[in-house]
């Protein structure tokens, strides 16, 4: 058989596959299953996500830094191993957040909640989630994975510009010995971020911004049975 021949029944059969498993990739199949606050991002911004442009970050200079260090008791390698292969919608299934999508390069498709198959992360993917700040005002945030590298330990986001604030956040794993010699890592969780208020940024940005990670952290950490603790901000 042509090699041309495979490629087009490959794909055909992917095109199937992907049907089958509710993938989605337009506003008339995925709306109804998405938070109303990410929907009206989507509608605002566009459905093609692949397209949307990352924040400008040519001069970290000109951005605000949050910077928050936790210890978790499990060895560094169990812990990366999580953090790259959990389901992103349990990660960010919390009181600060609900997931929204997750646009998957490889496909080109976009994933609801509902949906059976959500990849775990991986570079190139658009997620939309919906923020839940002082239990009543809800807000969209879209960001890019840029980099998962198991080799130095980092795994980096970079917010889009369609979002109210730009930048970027960085995730740093490294091993530590506990006090018993007990094998235990740290994260560095590091945000660049701006949005051109400065009382948005100044003032309300790293207290929320810091309840948002902890409790990502203490999802991810948590579904695996292990503890988390903050031990630098």
């Known amino acids: ?13 992917l095109s199937i596959l992907v049907s089958v498993t ?12 998405l938070p109303e606050t990410v929907r009206a991002f989507i509608d605002d911004n566009g459905w093609d996500l692949g397209a949307y442009a ?7 200079s000109a951005y605000y830094r949050h910077e928050r260090v936790y210890l978790v ?5 169990v812990l990366w191993d999580l953090y790259a292969n959990i389901d992103p919608r349990l ?7 609900r997931f929204g999508a997750v646009w998957d390069p490889i496909l080109g498709f976009m994933y609801r909640e509902a949906d059976d198959g959500v990849p775990p992360f991986a570079p190139g993917q658009v997620l939309v989630l919906e923020l839940r700040l002082a239990g009543f005002y809800r807000l969209p945030v879209a960001f890019r994975i840029r980099e998962i590298d198991r080799a130095s330990g980092v795994i980096e986001f970079v917010y889009l510009e369609a979002n ?18 007990e094998r ?3 994260i560095r969780h590091s945000t660049w971020y701006r949005s051109g208020d400065e009382f948005r940024d100044e003032r309300l940005y790293g207290g929320f911004h810091a309840s948002i990670i902890d409790a990502f952290h203490r999802a991810v950490v948590e579904s695996a ?3 988390i603790a903050v031990v630098e901000s």
């Open 1 to 13: 058989m042509a090699a041309s021949t495979i490629k087009r029944s490959y794909l055909a059969a």
């Open 22 to 33: 509710g993938c989605a990739s337009g506003p008339e199949t995925v709306s109804a299953g």
């Open 54 to 60: 990352d924040s400008d970050l040519s001069d970290l």
């Open 225 to 227: 049975g292990y503890s």
């Open 164 to 181: 109210k604030s730009k930048g970027k956040q960085r995730l740093e794993f490294a091993p530590a010995i506990g006090p018993g010699g």
């Open 184 to 186: 235990r890592s740290t």
């Open 91 to 97: 990660a960010w299934r919390t009181d600060k957040t």
């Open 73 to 77: 008791d499990a060895a560094m390698d």
